[in-house]
């Protein structure tokens, strides 16, 4: 009996302190509170933001129109966004709501100061692209405006990649491969990454970009995560690299369940001229369609159980769509004709020099139809390339010699009724914030963009293949305004052009 009375006590106790807090106005606490809690807030957030325990204070986040109880939850925006963050305490009866004027950045921004530091037991002049050399790696970036080490490992290797960007450029790109499965700055899990030098994009973002756009259309299978780094090297600095994923299956990533030892699985394969090119013999893990070469990357040609039945398999599996595709019918179950399209109005608003040659990956599906994807390697496009006609106006991809299923599939005036929708599509809806990623992303890269040039001062130098227009531009800010200005261009032509009798009797020039 005594413990019930003891009990009641207490909560009679409790009671009365609690309708004490609910009658008292805590207003002139709260108020003094606000100094400490707007300066508490950073003006750039890139994670979770949580606050320290206020005691008998609630506190709410408030951001457009969304409301976080004691945590602000990040969420990457598509660009950096500068809006105000309300924050709402409570006590009591009482309630007060602060402003904060911050910017929301988002993965890809410059703002994050991403820095990698990649310490080798040889000198970059030993780096090959045929070994990996071990390294340790450790990458720190800027998190709610604290530097932090985001990661730390010496299980890891480096070796060169690229064909052009490899041997002709100083600057020089590398694979990353770690031992086991890595996250860096919240890409997704995968022992592959990719540091690309974007030495002869001297706006640096042309692959970011691309990426970024793919990620607005549903339809594309998979747009990969690229982050912006400044790269040292054994305490060299190498400038503003992009850390971008390596285009592969993996369960993290494609996801394609890719069996050797079954024909009907799922394969993952690319374009690639070069065989054809170097007049190879049709080998073991590439073949031939209308002389257009095409390389198999998954079932791994290694495997064991792996023959050559795959490759006529998916060779036969190619010709079948190709002849579809000429007669204008049946092509619907062998492709995935929405998704085709939209991958390539990309390369085509892009006028990117590979869509014909090479980096053009694709999947067969099991049981299913052919689809396209990842894209990939777009430095040498957005106007970047003067052994092409590079110019905002004409047609390409769908040209001679350029790439061949494009080209039969524009034949098609069903195709290109709905190329010319879907176009008009992303004019409406998805250009605006792709002309406002460019010019956010090029501010937020300024300052990077500015130690980078001058650790190799070339903005007014040709690299190839530069055209005069990029060259002429000699700080960071025109040559993002060339960027900005050819996708303006390129979009207005090919909308006129859409519109004229040319296109739709499927005339696209020599």
């Known amino acids: 009996m005594k413990k019930w009375v003891i009990l009641m006590i207490v909560f009679g106790m409790l009671f009365v302190l609690q309708a004490c807090d609910t009658f008292k106005d805590f207003t002139e606490d709260i108020l003094a509170l606000e100094e400490d809690v707007l300066?508490?807030?950073?003006?750039?957030?890139n994670d979770d933001l949580e606050f320290p325990n206020l005691g008998d204070y609630d506190i709410t986040f408030t951001w457009k129109d969304q409301t976080f109880k004691d945590i602000f939850s990040y969420t990457s925006p598509f660009y950096d966004e500068e809006d105000i963050l309300y924050v709402t305490i409570k006590r009591g009866r009482s309630s007060q709501t602060f402003e904060k004027v911050i910017t929301l950045l988002s993965y890809e921004s410059g703002y994050n100061q991403n820095v990698m530091y990649l310490d080798l037991e040889v000198s970059v002049d030993a780096i090959t692209k045929e070994e990996y050399e071990r390294v340790h790696v450790t990458l720190e970036t800027v998190k709610n405006g604290i530097k932090v080490i985001e990661h730390e490992t010496g299980e890891a290797g480096l070796r060169g990649r690229g064909n052009s960007t490899w041997w002709v450029y100083e600057k020089k790109p590398f694979r990353l491969r770690f031992d086991k499965n890595t996250s860096l700055l919240g890409m997704r899990e995968a022992k592959n990454y990719v540091l690309l030098a974007e030495y002869a994009d001297k706006s640096l973002m042309r692959n970011a970009i691309t990426q970024k756009l793919a990620s607005r259309f549903s339809v594309?299978?998979?747009a990969l995560d690229v982050r912006f780094v400044e790269l040292y090297i054994n305490d060299e600095y190498r400038g503003v690299y992009l850390l971008t994923e390596h285009v592969e299956n993996h369960p993290n990533k494609l996801n394609l369940e890719s069996i050797p030892g079954q024909l009907n699985t799922n394969y993952l394969f690319e374009l690639d001229m070069r065989f054809y090119e170097q007049q190879e013999v049709e080998g073991f893990d590439w073949f031939l369609v209308d002389r257009h070469a095409y390389q198999i990357k998954d079932p791994d040609p290694d495997d064991p159980l792996y023959t050559g039945e795959h490759t006529n398999y998916l060779r036969t599996s190619m010709y079948q769509l190709e002849d579809a595709l000429i007669n204008k019918q049946g092509y619907e179950t062998l492709l995935d004709v929405n998704q085709a399209i939209i991958f390539f109005m990309i390369h085509e608003l892009a006028?990117?020099?590979?869509?014909?040659?090479?980096?053009?990956?694709?999947?067969?599906?099991?049981?299913?139809?052919?689809?396209?994807?990842?894209?990939?390697?777009?430095?040498?496009?957005?106007g970047n390339a003067d052994y092409i006609d590079y110019n905002p106006e004409n047609w390409y991809g769908m040209r001679t010699w350029k790439?061949?299923?494009?080209?039969?599939?524009?034949?098609?005036?069903?195709?290109?009724?709905?190329?010319?929708?879907?176009?008009?599509?992303?004019?409406?809806?998805?250009?605006?914030?792709?002309l406002t990623l460019i010019d956010v992303l090029g501010q937020s890269l300024e300052e990077a963009a500015s130690r980078n040039f001058e650790r190799w001062p070339i903005l007014s130098t040709y690299i190839w293949p530069n055209p005069w227009q990029i060259v002429t531009r000699t700080t960071y800010q025109e040559q993002v305004n060339y960027v900005r200005g050819y996708v303006i261009d390129r979009v207005s032509w090919m909308s006129e052009e859409m519109e004229t009798s040319r296109y739709a009797n499927g005339l696209f020039g020599d």
């Open 39 to 45: 300066l508490a807030i950073p003006d750039h957030v």
């Open 220 to 222: 594309i299978n998979y």
């Open 351 to 382: 006028k990117n020099v590979d869509v014909g040659w090479s980096s053009v990956f694709m999947i067969k599906h099991q049981d299913g139809p052919i689809s396209y994807g990842p894209l990939w390697d777009f430095d040498f496009a957005y």
């Open 403 to 434: 790439n061949r299923m494009f080209i039969l599939m524009m034949q098609i005036p069903e195709i290109r009724d709905e190329f010319k929708a879907q176009f008009e599509l992303f004019y409406q809806s998805i250009l605006p914030d792709f």
